[in-house]
Nanobody, 120 residues
Framework: QVQLVESGGGLVQPGGSLRLSCAVS????????MGWYRQAPGKERELVAD???????PYSHSVKGRFAISRDNAKNTIYLQMNSLKPEDTAVYYC??????????????WGKGTLVTVSS
């Protein structure tokens, strides 16, 4: 079993900041990437940012320069620092982990999501 624990969502005013965290535990043999996706009402889920355990960090064009993803390898945890938030950032943010649960068995697991609302 894999557990993904997300935290940090909430209500914030435009221009404000929030920090999301996601910790993975359980049956993890290796991690390739962890990342954040988001889904706004009536829209498809989209990549916000992900981070490979090898170090690369691609970002969605819409958040580049405002959001920063980081990781703590020892804690198998990633963080998403979100600054200069805009109403269009309002969405449910989902954490994802890709890797292997054991040798030869791929893992692609989603958290339950945390709601971020940007509104005055």
């Amino acid at each position: 079993q894999v557990q993904l624990v997300e935290s940090g969502g909430g209500l914030v005013q435009p221009g404000g900041s929030l920090r999301l965290s996601c910790a993975v535990s359980g049956s993890i043999f290796s991690i390739n990437t962890m990342g954040w996706y988001r889904q706004a009402p009536g829209k498809e889920r989209e990549l916000v940012a992900d981070i490979s355990w090898a170090g690369s960090t691609p970002y969605s064009h819409s958040v580049k320069g405002r959001f920063a993803i980081s990781r703590d390898n020892a804690k198998n945890t990633i963080y998403l620092q979100m600054n200069s938030l805009k109403p269009e950032d309002t969405a449910v943010y989902y954490c994802n982990v890709k890797g292997r649960s054991r040798p030869g068995v791929d893992l692609d697991y989603w958290g339950k999501g945390t709601l971020v609302t940007v509104s005055s």
